[in-house]
């Protein structure tokens, strides 16, 4: 099961991703991210229903934050679930990337 | 009846022969020197009976011989077959014999007569009775002067039996058990010295092990490991044709040549046909030995032996997998100049036993002997037991069949210890292969009891690793295949990640620095991070790479 879409949410563009993230699509999540930083000046990736995600997707994610600090945007990783934050922490991402369990509040 | 004149007789006859009695009973019982003694006492009841010649017969296995004699001819050695003879009757039939013309008795033996010269007129021959039956006879020849003997004196012949038997009874009981003493003594001993041939036991988990349980005191059997310089281990077991001090003696011998050859690191083929021309020399006719020799290196996990005349060596893996390695080589000592071929095995993962034939030739309750198939099947049933239970539980179960020979039993423990595989498969380089392979591994892990968090991230670990090979190594999404096992040996678990592309360079696959933040790398790192080691090299068989990643498992319930 493979779900990616984007979406808005307020005043973010939120790309929702679920199942498993792996090298057989991890290019078009990257795709995805970077519309959405294209498109929009505050990007949110919700990783909520993510049930795995290996090094190709977390590049993705690191692809996107860099992008989004090299222009001055908002980029957030949305609720991640735990199989996703076990892999940010093994990667020692989960203090680089800005992480937050809800939109509301989180100054855009 | 008028009893006056005999009873006066008697009693005459009864205070001569009390004191006789006292003292024969003594001296017998007493004496260190029983023939001397026996010697003394016959002459004393020859004179006593009035007789011209006294003899004391005994039983020896079919024979009566005599052993004590009185009289006008020695004939001490006189052996006759037991039955033969008046005194055989008397000894068959437990019974006093009193015959008044020996020479129209069916039973007499003349031709003794004819050729001692002795004219044996009259006899009287009383059995030596004992508790087990008669042991031998007292018989007394000729009554001086001419006359016969009587009731009177087949009475007094009995009465003087009676102490003459115990005192031989008791004299063969003694040196029975003085036998007995020196030859326990003496066999301990032996036994003493060759346990003091045989290797100490190593610890510290060694890969060699045995043991040897004799089935008498002492042992035609042995076996013998020592070290070499270049880390190779040696190894030796040998069984002696024949059992007791003959086999013993040659088995020291065999022994010491076998470890005089083997410290010189000869290939095994070399060791055996030295020891073979060594051992020609000197063996008795008929005498063999058959003995295994070889070398076991810890490094390569290799062994390597000859066998001459000894039973198959077995190798057995965990998987109770059995393959037998029959003698290729005659037994030692038959002739110089014989070949003694080469065998060998690698021991990864499976353990060799080399055994006597004491050891097949155990009888189980039914008669039949174990074989090497019975002995193959208790091994297997083992096969997951660390290598010194696993020998203490094969003796157990050999004693409680019966053993009938000496047993000695080696054990060449290879290099990894419990090793279960766990995951075998091999999948197209292909991204969408991946869910399915990460499927596959977290079931199998579940299925030891990994707790899902370590098994998340081993899952992880081996996806970016295929990942890694299909970007990488294959340079991009192909047919091409990767093969994944998973094994845990040791209660490490080992990754085996195998590709068939051009070979990688393994320094150019490193992790990156983790504090440094971007996209590329990331996955030799996520491996670096999750294993405990992790190897990449060419593939052994030249074509491909194989990454090797390992993790050890902790105590269940422990964060590893």
Redesign the interface.
């Known amino acids: 099961m493979k779900q990616c879409s984007t979406e808005t949410r307020g005043a973010w563009t939120a790309v929702v991703l679920g199942g498993e993230v792996d090298l057989s699509w991890s290019q078009q999540v990257r795709r995805a991210v970077l519309d959405a930083l294209s498109a929009s000046d505050s990007v949110a990736v919700d990783l909520s229903a993510v049930g795995y995600i290996d090094s190709s997707g977390i590049a993705a994610l690191v692809e996107g934050f860099q992008t989004a600090r090299g222009r001055g945007k908002s980029f957030v990783l949305l609720s991640p679930s735990d199989a996703v934050q076990a892999v940010l922490r093994l990667a020692r991402l989960d203090k680089v990337f800005r992480i937050v369990d809800a939109l509301e509040g989180a100054g855009a | 009846m008028n009893a006056t004149a005999p009873g006066l007789e008697a009693a005459s006859l009864e205070q001569r022969m009390l004191p006789l009695l006292a003292e024969l009973s003594q001296q017998l019982a007493l004496s260190l020197d029983l023939e001397q003694t026996l010697l003394q006492a016959v002459t004393r009841i020859a004179a006593f009976m009035e007789a011209e010649a006294a003899a004391v017969f005994l039983l020896e296995d079919d024979w009566l011989v005599c052993r004590a004699s009185a009289g006008p001819v020695d004939v001490r050695g006189l052996k006759l077959p037991r039955g033969r003879g008046i005194v055989g009757r008397a000894v068959v039939q437990n019974a006093c014999q009193m015959v008044r013309d020996a020479h129209a008795d069916p039973d007499f033996a003349g031709n003794v007569d004819d050729r001692t010269g002795f004219v044996t007129r009259s006899v009287l021959c009383a059995p030596l009775s004992t508790a087990e039956g008669p042991i031998g006879a007292l018989q007394v020849l000729n009554k001086q002067g001419g006359g016969l003997f009587d009731e009177r004196d087949r009475d007094a012949l009995r009465l003087l039996a009676a102490p003459t038997a115990l005192a031989l009874s008791g004299a063969r009981m003694a040196e029975k058990l003085l036998e007995q003493t020196r030859i326990q003594r003496e066999l301990t001993m032996a036994r003493r010295l060759q346990r003091s041939l045989l290797p100490k036991r190593r610890r510290g988990g060694y890969p060699v092990l045995a043991l040897n349980l004799p089935a008498r005191e002492i042992s035609g059997d042995f076996y013998d490991f020592f070290d070499l310089p270049d880390g190779r281990i040696a190894f030796a077991l040998g069984d002696v044709a024949g059992k007791g001090l003959d086999a013993a003696f040659l088995m020291v011998r065999c022994a010491s040549l076998l470890r005089w050859a083997g410290k010189e690191g000869l290939a095994p083929s070399d060791w055996l046909a030295r020891v073979n021309d060594e051992l020609g020399e000197a063996i008795a006719a008929g005498m063999f030995v058959c003995a295994v020799a070889g070398y076991y290196d810890p490094r390569s996990g290799e062994a390597v032996w000859a066998n001459a005349g000894f039973p198959p060596v077995q190798r057995v893996d965990r998987e109770g997998e059995v393959a037998l390695f029959p003698a290729e080589g005659p037994p030692l000592g038959i002739l110089p100049g014989l070949v003694f071929p080469e065998q060998r095995t690698g021991l990864a993962g499976a353990s060799l036993y080399l055994y006597s034939d004491g050891v097949t030739d155990v009888r189980d309750d039914a008669g039949g002997t174990l074989g090497v198939e019975g002995v193959t099947e208790i091994v297997r049933g083992m096969s997951l037991l660390a290598p010194e239970p696993r020998l203490r539980a094969l003796v157990r179960e050999l004693r409680q069949l019966t053993v009938t020979d000496d047993t000695t039993l080696m054990l060449i423990e290879g290099p990894s210890g419990d090793v279960r595989r766990l995951l075998e498969l091999s999948f197209p380089a292909?991204?969408?292969e991946?869910?399915g392979v990460?499927h596959r591994l977290s079931e199998a892990l579940g299925r030891i009891g990994v707790d899902e968090?370590l098994s998340?991230?081993l899952?992880?670990a081996v996806?970016?690793a295929a990942?890694n090979v299909?970007?990488h190594a294959y340079g991009g999404p192909c047919g091409a295949s990767i093969e994944l096992r998973l094994s845990l040996e040791d209660g490490e678990l080992r990754f085996g990640l195998r590709d068939w592309a051009p070979c990688a360079d393994p320094a150019k696959v490193q992790p990156r620095d983790?504090?440094d933040?971007?996209?590329?790398g990331?996955?030799v790192?996520?491996i670096d991070?999750?294993m405990d080691a992790w190897q990449l090299a060419p593939a052994r068989d030249g074509r491909g790479n194989l990454l090797t990643m390992r993790k050890r498992l902790g105590p269940p319930g422990e964060e590893p």
């Open positions: 292909r991204p969408e991946l869910a990460r968090a998340r991230e899952v992880l996806d970016e990942t299909i970007r983790l504090s933040c971007r996209p590329g990331l996955g790192a996520l991070a999750v």
